[in-house]
């Protein structure tokens, strides 16, 4: 009845790429950028120095980096005029929606002077969407709970920043921690760039065409916000939730590997991990660092902890190669710090915002990329004579 056709009409699937930015063995679960290992990284470097090394391919030097980053927080203002955007959405707007929003909007501030043939002009595009992600989610916060936006400052850390714009208010300033300052920086360096996942081919692919930089980041948040994706670390907090105490351990195992019922295990699988994430390591050591400097006891942590031992004795996990992957510990962190869910997948965007730039600039200066064109297989029906409308 349905035809079946394989056809080549002279072009090559454009779906995929060349890169030399993040390399990842998903059965070794090992993870490095530009070949500095994931765990060294996070323990040794900051996040200023992640994104220079994402964008130029080297570790930057005392010099370069002082000047990256104060290039980076001379751009951390937004537009005034991007204040009254903000009024346009409900109070109860999901963040991500407002960053959708925002960051789409950003490209008619720059338009004009986004040349992306324009090395210069790419560089201060990217410059400007790093420097500038943190105000817009800390204003994405203070919208949702009717707060007035915070200003960013000059004298204050990348996540210190973020933090100050977050959590200040005109009658309180926000008391920064060392240790909440440098769990942020950690958090945001583990989720900076994963290779070619979902948002990132999006961000990839819409830039292939030659679209606007600020449109192509706003594309990547679209496709980050998936539960599936970015949208896991919210997912795994309202899981935990749900499961409420160990006892209920088994009925949620069960439901995970029941084919009829949808429900998943959030924080476990991964597209390319069959190993542990390697990122799900660090960020389980670091709850346990916050949540004591903060002094929380949250049970939540006890409780995902026993579902991870749980079901890394269960059959079904171990024969399928699920581990907890980088969604699985980060939200009970950013819980202790005082996020709401709704917040946590704006964070990973805030924090991959750098791989999607470097992802961009590379694909963007590539003398030999094309506009993206994934193949199909076509299953549909063989060509058919038109029937009139009185023959139906
Ligand atoms: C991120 O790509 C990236 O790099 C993404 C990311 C990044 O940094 O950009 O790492 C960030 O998105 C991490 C993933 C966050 N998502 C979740 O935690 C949601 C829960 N996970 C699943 O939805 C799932 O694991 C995926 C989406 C992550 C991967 O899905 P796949 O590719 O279908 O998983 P698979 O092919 O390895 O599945 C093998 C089997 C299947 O069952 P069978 O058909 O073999 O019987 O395992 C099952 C799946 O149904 N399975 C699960 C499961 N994940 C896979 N069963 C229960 N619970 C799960 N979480």
Request: aromatic share 10%; proline share 5%; glycine share 8%.
């Amino acid at each position: 009845e349905t035809g079946y056709f394989t056809y080549d009409p002279g072009y090559t699937s454009t779906g995929s790429c060349d890169s030399a930015i993040t390399y990842i063995d998903g059965d070794k679960g090992e993870l490095q950028h530009r070949g500095y290992s994931i765990e060294d990284l996070a323990g040794k470097s900051d996040f200023m120095e992640v994104a220079y090394l994402l964008l130029h391919g080297e570790l930057p030097n005392k010099e370069e980096k002082d000047t990256f980053t104060q290039t980076i927080t001379n751009h951390t203002m937004l537009h005034e005029q991007m204040l009254f955007f903000y009024r346009g959405f409900r109070r109860d707007a999901h963040p991500m929606a407002i960053m959708v929003g925002v960051v789409g909007a950003l490209s008619s501030f720059y338009h004009d002077s986004t040349d992306i043939n324009d090395p210069h002009q790419r560089m201060v595009a990217s410059i400007r969407m790093i420097a500038k992600m943190p105000t817009i989610a800390a204003m994405a916060y203070k919208y949702s709970v009717g707060q007035p936006f915070v200003y960013p400052r000059n004298d204050l850390s990348y996540a210190e920043n973020f933090l100050n714009m977050t959590f200040s208010v005109p009658a309180e300033d926000y008391k920064i921690s060392p240790a909440v300052a440098r769990a942020m920086d950690r958090i945001f360096i583990l989720h900076a760039d994963h290779e070619q996942n979902a948002s990132t081919s999006t961000v990839r692919i819409a830039g292939s065409s030659g679209a606007n930089p600020f449109a192509c980041i706003a594309a990547g948040i679209s496709s980050l916000w998936g539960p599936a994706h970015g949208g896991a670390n919210e997912a795994v907090l309202t899981m935990l939730e749900q499961i409420g105490d160990k006892k209920n351990i088994p009925e949620f195992i069960a439901r995970a590997k029941d084919k009829n019922d949808p429900f998943r295990l959030m924080g476990f699988g991964h597209r390319v991990y069959k190993n542990f994430d390697p990122r799900a390591g660090v960020l389980k050591q670091s709850c346990h660092e916050v949540l004591e400097e903060l002094g929380v006891q949250d049970p939540l942590l006890d409780l995902a902890m026993e579902l991870e031992k749980i079901a890394l004795e269960d059959d079904y996990f171990v024969q399928r190669k699920l581990f907890p992957n980088v969604d699985f510990y980060s939200g009970i962190i950013l819980k202790a710090i005082g996020f709401p869910t709704s917040m946590f997948t704006v964070l990973f965007a805030l924090a991959r915002t750098v791989g999607w730039v470097a992802q961009w600039n590379e694909m963007i200066t590539d003398p030999n990329q094309k506009i993206g064109r994934p193949r199909q297989l076509f299953l549909g029906h063989a060509q058919r004579e038109y029937v009139e409308l009185e023959d139906r």
